[in-house]
């Protein structure tokens, strides 16, 4: 929807918003191919169409994605599902990792349209924050979105306002649901150590391809992004492509060297 019209008429503009997930709408998407969905999912695609940072994102994904599980951590209102379900096999599982309850609605909602669109997928999502299967800490950030943090990156004196959740590692997950991923998409907000960390299993058996977005200044101040590049390299792994790279944001390929 028209951001002019935000500017102009916000009143009309949120009414309307209200209202966008019960229009129907067609679009196309990477694969030149049109889909009929709503004015909702038209929206949400119409920021990796037009922005171009997330632009470059989308079709290097699509690039790289040939078919396969795909693993989504991060995966807001299931942006990359829509990109990548087009490629995918029969049978392929899609698995859309989101947390953020402020989230989680739209996802569920975007996620009926996936299993109408793309019966040949096993579409399943996860709600709880993905990490290294310790406790974490939900908190805030100035980007809008939370970072799990583990207990250690906490004060005591934070922590009793705070309710403690379990993570789930992603090797336990995959497992549970008999997953051989081909590629992973990790935006997490500062938490990618703890993400990879739980993943290796995943990373020495199924060698998947993965995209990490890494947050120079949302990582806790024990962990640093030589780090986090050097879990992927003891693993297997060398960058591939970097696709983007600013003060706030590093966005990567990586893949395993056998």
Not at 66 to 86: K, Q, R
Not at 222 to 247: A, M, V
């Amino acid at each position: 929807m028209s951001f002019a019209l935000k500017r102009k008429l916000p009143k009309i503009y949120n009414f309307f918003k209200k209202f966008e997930k019960y229009i129907p709408a067609s679009t196309y998407l990477l694969d030149n191919k049109k889909y009929l969905v709503n004015l909702k999912i038209i929206s949400m695609l119409s920021h990796w169409k037009n922005y171009p940072r997330l632009k470059a994102e989308a079709d290097t994904v699509f690039h790289f994605y040939n078919g396969g599980d795909f693993i989504d951590i991060g995966a807001y209102h299931g942006v990359y599902s829509f990109l990548l379900a087009p490629k995918a096999k029969h049978n392929d599982t899609f698995l859309l990792c989101e947390p953020d309850d402020s989230e989680t609605k739209d996802l569920l909602d975007n996620l009926k349209y996936l299993k109408k669109l793309f019966s040949k997928i096993y579409f399943k999502a996860c709600l709880e924050p993905i990490g290294n299967g310790k406790n974490v800490v939900k908190n805030p950030t100035i980007y809008g979105h939370p970072v799990y943090s583990s207990e250690k990156e906490v004060s005591n004196s934070d922590l009793k306002n705070q309710n403690i959740i379990k993570s789930v590692a992603l090797d336990e997950i995959v497992k549970k649901l008999n997953m051989n991923p081909a590629f992973v998409k990790i935006d997490v907000e500062g938490a990618e150590y703890n993400v990879i960390e739980g993943m290796k299993n995943i990373l020495q058996s199924s060698k998947p391809i993965i995209m990490v977005e890494k947050h120079p200044t949302l990582i806790p101040q024990n962990i640093s992004i030589n780090q986090i590049d050097n879990l992927l390299i003891e693993n297997g792994y060398k960058l591939e492509k970097q696709i983007f790279k600013d003060e706030i944001a590093i966005t990567e390929i990586w893949k395993n060297l056998s």
